[in-house]
C-alpha cells in the first residue's frame, strides 16, 4: 500500500506525526514533513520543510509531487489556553485546512487523510460519528471543534462539486504519547501531569476530584489507525479511540505508582473537573480491522520515561505559536 509512494505529513514532527511517519518509512515510503518544529525532531530518514501553511503557496509546494497527504498539523493546548487566545486556535486552524486541501486537490493527490477532533461533539458520555450536525460543539471546544466541523464540510463540498471522494476523516479521542506538548502553560492533563510530577512537584495538586472519565488513546495507535483508515476508510468519517473510560484519578495513581520518589497528591476540588463522562464509540473503527494495541499503564510509563530522557527538547525544540509574535 505505502511502499514506494511519496507521501506528505503535515504536522510530521508532533504527536502523531513523529510515529507515523516512522511507520509510513518502516513500510518503504518516501515521507516529506512539514513542520515549524526544530529540525531536530524530524525523523532522519524523512525530507524536511519548514513552511509556514497559512501561505497558500507553501501548500502548493509541500503537496508538488506526492501521491498521499497526511494532514496532522494544528494548534494543541489546554482549554484553559483555549479560552484565553481562541483567535490562536481558530484562525491558524482553520486556514491549514482550507489551504492544504485546496492544494491537494489543485496537486491531483490520490489519497488525503483529514485529522478532525474529539472537539467537533456536543456534550454525551458516548460520541457516534454520525450524530455531529445533529448538535453544536461543547463551549468548551467551540473555536477548535467548528474550525475542524468546517474542514470536514470543506471535505463533502469538494466530493459532491468535483467528485473527489478520496478524503479519510479521523476524528482521535484524547491522544497523548512522546512528542506531546509540555509547556506549563497550556500542556494537556496528562503531559502537564506528568511533567510536573517528574519535575519533582510535591505535593502534586490536581483540578477536580478525579471522578471524570476520558477516553485516551496513545499516539502510537492513532498512528496505526490513520494508516488503516487510508487504505480502507476513504469516504469515511472515523472515531480513533480506546473506547474505555479511565477516570483522571487512575492516571494519576499510574504516574505516581511509576516513580521512585512518590509525591503527595492534593485534589483541588474549588477547581472544575470537566464533564462528567467522555468515550468515543469505535464500532466503525474495528470493523475496518482497527484496535489499539497499548494499554493505558504502558503508554503513560511510555512517555514518562521518554519524558526523562527528552525534557529539555521537549518544549525548546517545539514550535509554541503562543509565544510567538506571529507565524514565521
Not at 509510513?24 to 515521507?31: P, T
Not at 476530584?209 to 487510508?230: E, N, P, Q, T
Amino acid at each position: 500500500m505505502y511502499k514506494g509512494k511519496k507521501i506528505l505529513v503535515t504536522g510530521g514532527t508532533g504527536l502523531i506525526g513523529r510515529p507515523l511517519v516512522e511507520m509510513l518509512i518502516d513500510q518503504g515510503a518516501n515521507v516529506r514533513v512539514v513542520s515549524l518544529d526544530d529540525p531536530s525532531r524530524a525523523h532522519p530518514k524523512a525530507e524536511f520543510m519548514r513552511l509556514n501553511l497559512m501561505d497558500f503557496s507553501n501548500c502548493l509546494k509541500a503537496c508538488h509531487g506526492m501521491d498521499f497527504v497526511f494532514h496532522l498539523v494544528g494548534i494543541k493546548g489546554s482549554p484553559a489556553m483555549t479560552a484565553k487566545k481562541p483567535a490562536s486556535f481558530f484562525v491558524p486552524t482553520i486556514s491549514f485546512n482550507i489551504n492544504m486541501m485546496e492544494a491537494a486537490r489543485q496537486k491531483s493527490v490520490q489519497r488525503y487523510l483529514f485529522t478532525s477532533s474529539i472537539g467537533v461533539y456536543a456534550p454525551a458520555e458516548t460520541f457516534y460519528e454520525d450524530d455531529v450536525w445533529k448538535s453544536f460543539p461543547s463551549n468548551n471546544d467551540k473555536f477548535a471543534g467548528w474550525a475542524k466541523r468546517m474542514g470536514e464540510l470543506q471535505a463533502e463540498a469538494y466530493k459532491i462539486e468535483y467528485g473527489w471522494d478520496q478524503v479519510a476523516i479521523v476524528r482521535p479521542a484524547n491522544v497523548y504519547g512522546p512528542y506531546d506538548n509540555f509547556d506549563p502553560n497550556n500542556a494537556m492533563v496528562i503531559p502537564s501531569l506528568i511533567r510536573r510530577a517528574c519535575d519533582g512537584e510535591n505535593p502534586l495538586s490536581v483540578w477536580g476530584d478525579g471522578s471524570a472519565i476520558r477516553d485516551f488513546i496513545h499516539a502510537k495507535d492513532v498512528a496505526r489507525g490513520m494508516l488503516c483508515a487510508m487504505d480502507k476508510g476513504l469516504g469515511q468519517v472515523i472515531n480513533l479511540g480506546s473506547g474505555i473510560g479511565v477516570s483522571i484519578k487512575e492516571i494519576v495513581d499510574i504516574i505516581v505508582r511509576n516513580m521512585k520518589d512518590k509525591p503527595q497528591v492534593i485534589w483541588d476540588t474549588t477547581k472544575p473537573s470537566g464533564d462528567k463522562k467522555r468515550l468515543m464509540d469505535v464500532s466503525r473503527a474495528k470493523g475496518l480491522g482497527f484496535e489499539p494495541e497499548i494499554n493505558i499503564e504502558e503508554g503513560i510509563r511510555d512517555v514518562m520515561q521518554w519524558y526523562g530522557q527528552h525534557k529539555d527538547a521537549a518544549i525548546t525544540k517545539r514550535y509554541n505559536v503562543f509565544n510567538e509574535e506571529k507565524f514565521v
